[in-house]
């Protein structure tokens, strides 16, 4: 049987560890975490599509910097103001000779290295997807996965329909 959505018509989605291995790949809530069904060996087929985002690669980076050149002019606004309470700070309550040093070299390590509060990954983005489409141990039950849809996805998305 070839199918992209095999698992949510199988009586056996509820206690499958091929469906708890996918689930788990896909990063969603286990339908059971504990499963004690193991499929024969050899089955199931399970296709792993590889996808690399590549679209609007421009767009994407054009945002990227947007976002990065106001994340830089907060960051400016927050070492300043930091700076001028640290100053202060240290002035009237710290007399100590290590907390100068410290302070100055804060003072200087924020004028060297400035940045957001933003981290930015520029790098291509690479998704794994893993489907079922085919099982020696498949028994019909249309709708099985939808009657034990894991709580957490009914309250996140009620319209939820799985493909």
Known sequence: LYSPSICINC???????????????????NINPNPTFTPRDGSPTIH???RTNRNNMENEIGRLWSEHVEETRK?????????NNVNVNANSSNTDSNSDSSNES???QMDEKLVGEESYDFSVKTTYEYDVVACEDFEKDN????????EEIRLANPDFVPT
Do not use: M
């Open 11 to 29: 009586a056996k989605v509820t206690d499958c560890k091929a469906y708890n291995f996918v689930e788990n790949k896909h990063l969603q809530p």
């Open 48 to 50: 792993v599509n590889i």
């Open 75 to 83: 960051a400016k606004e927050k070492a300043s103001s930091t700076n």
């Open 106 to 108: 804060s003072g200087n």
């Open 143 to 150: 709708g099985c996965w939808v009657r034990n849809i894991p």
